[in-house]
């Protein structure tokens, strides 16, 4: 069983930064590629960001393309996502999920694993 925890979240203005991190008790993550995923109000939940186990391959939603990064530190079992330029439509709950794959694909019923989510809120 793996346990993951978000954290980072807060109110921000637009324009901000915020760097969210997820850890984990239990296994290491180094065994899981991982990704982020938001839900915003009344919408369905939506990938953000992947890592593979290694960290070698990323992969992004064309709507967070270089403003989001997601990174990961198997040392610290913990895996983050800095957000730039943070905008009103940011907003929503943010989710990290842990996926056995190699690979961590868009596809949120392929992990297996999920936090309880840090909530993110930008002001215009």
């Known amino acids: 069983q793996v346990q993951l925890v978000e954290s980072g979240g807060g109110l921000v203005q637009a324009g901000d930064s915020l760097r969210l991190s997820c850890t984990t008790s239990?296994?290491?993550?180094?065994?899981?590629?991982m990704g982020w995923f938001r839900q915003a109000p009344g919408k369905e939940r939506e990938f953000v960001a992947g890592?593979?186990?290694?960290?070698?391959?990323?992969s992004y939603a064309d709507s967070v393309k270089g403003r989001f990064t997601i990174s990961r530190d198997n040392a610290k079992n913990t895996v983050y996502l800095r957000i730039n330029s943070l905008k009103p439509e940011d907003t929503a709950v943010y989710y990290c999920?842990?996926?056995?794959?190699?690979?961590?694909?868009?596809?949120?019923?392929?992990?297996?694993?999920w936090g309880q989510g840090t909530q993110v809120t930008v002001s215009s």
């Open positions: 890592i593979s186990r290694s960290a070698g391959i990323t």
């Open positions: 999920a842990a996926d056995r794959s190699v690979l961590a694909g868009q596809d949120a019923s392929r992990y297996d694993f």
């Open positions: 239990g296994r290491t993550i180094s065994n899981y590629a």
